[in-house]
């Protein structure tokens, strides 16, 4: 089974990009997640919108 979330970590690593950047995005809206617990988790599918805006905001 696939997951559905991704600790901050993990999402991070995914993008490429480090934890500090991914936690501004989160703080700005621009990624979705969501706290389990006090455990702060990102939907695999926010980092999929995530990628496919910043796609159509360069084919612009």
Do not use: C, F, H
């Not at 490429?16 to 936690?23: E, P, Q, V």
């Amino acid at each position: 089974m696939n997951r559905l979330l991704l600790t901050v970590t993990e999402a991070a690593e995914a993008l490429a990009i480090s934890r500090a950047k991914l936690y501004q995005l989160i703080a700005s809206g621009a990624v979705a997640s969501v706290r389990i617990d006090g455990a702060r988790r990102v939907p695999v599918a926010a980092l999929t919108e995530y990628i496919a805006r910043l796609a159509a905001k360069e084919a612009a």
